[in-house]
């Protein structure tokens, strides 16, 4: 009986990739469909006439500044400015964060002592640090890093510390009873317990990360999509706003599908 | 019925010895006696089975054996020793396999060996064995996700073996399983046993299974031992012998009476 749930199981896994290969192509057709549709809705709105022409522009408005901000090397610089204060703010804020989760997760006499002031730090509205940031450290990358940080590394800390928690209680007695040391607890069972919430962190933190930044772009910066956003925005060119906006979306689901490229990679079949 | 105790017995073909426990539990209406004045010898070799509905003590007697509970009167030794100290010679299989859903069955397995610090290859060995033992060979490299119910309890019985622990406690350990598979498991079960002479402390609400495994059964009431029973089968066993027969037939209903009086 064993053997036949097996093999039945084995065949289903041989069948799987061509069949899930077509289910993706599928859904990636279906989802293009949406896309377009979505197209198609936005350039009929915007023929109709029922949005203010201060403010309403067409797709291909958008797509051509698009075009031109590319190639006049304005996009580029500000690009990169951008994903590289998100990549330095997530990454630190994510060490940060999850050390600290870690250690309140561990160490919950220290988190009752803590949790009050954690909570209302995070509560508080970050924007409102931006200008202390741009004082402290000038109009720069590090005033960008900082208030993305700022935003990113409770999210780490909350989720790893909700990790460290949440070990199966049956997993706890199993280990109990095996007389597990303290180090093999640490490394063995909370470790790898609370890797899938730092995951679900990291999602969230990265993608936070670069709202992080683009804020504290709008607020005031040299270089940086947010700071053309501002400017655009300034001169009532629309069209560069909705253009840096849906290039914005953009790397925001580059960022997400390689955060959820690198989990596959590092979690495999562990399929939780 | 009672088991005569001597103190400092050492090991005498006593592999455990629970005398006179009271456990108490504090509750919000109050406290409640788990285990009410318990005596009772885990004989080595033996497989034992205890039996009760639920609330009746009989996992509370398994928890204090491991140590997870403190007895709030009376003595608990195991292999002469207190509880807590005996637990590198304890393995403890519950109705949720627990197992650990990063690590591969194969890797499942080795856990308990690698807690305790068995060199990697030894371990490995020793695992791929206990997995072939229990029929998954061709699954070492799947996840529990990957496996079904029966599975994952085979794997935790392999985990719960491989370290070849002088003492098994199974709390339900095949409750959630078919009739079929609980079968097979059984079957595996007393092989392994009857190879390695373990002693095994068996917690069922099952009564069938209870018959069909056990050397003796404590039948569980209220906090108490409420009477003891002898099997006398030879083995192996099958169920369905076992159900037709006339004396395994009495005991059952006897038990059953038991359970069902106030």
């Excluded at chain 1, 989802?31 to 709105?45: D, P």
């Excluded at chain 1, 075009?67 to 994510?94: H, K, N, R």
């Excluded at chain 1, 409102?128 to 800390?157: D, E, N, R, T």
């Excluded at chain 2, 029966?150 to 350990?173: C, F, H, N, Y």
């Amino acid at each position: 009986m064993v053997a036949a749930a097996g093999s039945s199981g084995l065949k289903g896994k041989a069948g799987r990739p061509s069949h899930r290969n077509g289910a993706r192509l599928k859904r990636l057709a279906g989802q293009i469909g949406v896309g377009i549709a979505f197209l198609a809705l936005w350039q009929l709105v915007y023929m109709s006439g029922v949005v203010k022409p201060l403010i309403s522009r067409s797709p291909g408005q958008v797509f051509w500044f698009f075009v031109q901000i590319a190639t006049d090397g304005t996009l580029l610089p500000a690009l990169y400015s951008t994903v590289e204060a998100t990549v330095v703010a997530f990454v630190l804020a994510s060490f940060v964060g999850v050390v600290i989760g870690i250690g309140l997760g561990l160490f919950p006499k220290v988190e009752e002592l803590l949790d009050p002031y954690i909570s209302a730090f995070n509560a508080m509205p970050r924007i409102a640090f931006a200008p202390v940031f741009i004082l402290l450290f000038g109009v720069s990358q590090a005033a960008k890093i900082a208030l993305a940080f700022s935003v990113v590394v409770f999210i780490l800390m909350v989720n790893a510390r909700a990790g460290i928690r949440t070990v199966d209680r049956d997993i706890r007695l199993m280990v109990t009873v095996m007389n597990i040391s303290k180090r093999d607890m640490f490394m063995k069972i909370l470790l790898p317990s609370a890797v899938p919430s730092i995951f679900a962190g990291l999602r969230l933190g990265i993608i936070y990360s670069l709202l992080g930044v683009v804020t504290s772009e709008i607020l005031a910066s040299r270089v940086g999509l947010g700071q053309l956003i501002a400017g655009y925005a300034g001169t009532f060119q629309l069209e560069g706003v909705y253009a840096v906006c849906i290039v914005l979306a953009v790397i925001a689901s580059l960022l997400n599908a390689g955060m959820a490229l690198l989990e596959r990679y590092l979690l495999g079949a562990r399929a939780l | 019925m009672a088991p005569s105790i001597s103190p400092a017995a050492g090991t005498d073909g006593v592999a455990a010895r629970i005398s006179d426990v009271v456990m108490e539990f504090q509750t919000t209406s109050g406290p409640v006696r788990g285990l009410d004045d318990v005596s009772l010898e885990l004989r080595e070799g033996e497989f034992l089975v205890l039996v009760g509905r639920s609330g009746s003590g009989k996992t509370t007697a398994l928890n204090v054996l491991a140590g997870l509970h403190t007895a709030t009167m009376g003595e608990v030794s195991v292999l002469a020793q207190p509880p807590v100290a005996a637990r590198p010679q304890l393995g403890y299989m519950f109705a949720r396999d627990a197992l650990l859903p990063w690590r591969t069955a194969l890797k499942n397995v080795e856990f308990g060996l690698e807690v305790r610090g068995f060199a990697k290859s030894e371990r490995r060995a020793l695992a791929r064995d206990y997995l072939d033992l229990v029929g998954l060979k061709r699954f070492a490299d799947n996840y529990p996700s990957q496996l079904s119910q029966g599975q994952r309890q085979r794997v935790a019985l392999a985990r719960t073996w491989a370290p070849s622990p002088k003492i098994l406690l199974m709390d339900e350990p095949f409750s959630a399983l078919d009739a079929q598979t609980r079968e097979s498991l059984h079957e595996e079960l007393v092989r392994m046993w009857a190879a390695d002479k373990k002693s095994v402390v068996f917690v069922t609400h099952d009564l069938n299974e209870a018959i069909t495994l056990s050397d003796r059964i404590l039948v569980f009431k209220d906090g108490k031992i409420a009477k003891e029973f002898s099997i006398p089968f030879a083995r192996p066993r099958d169920l369905v012998d076992i159900t037709a027969d006339r004396t395994a037939r009495d005991i059952y209903h006897e038990i059953r009476q038991l359970l069902y009086q106030h």
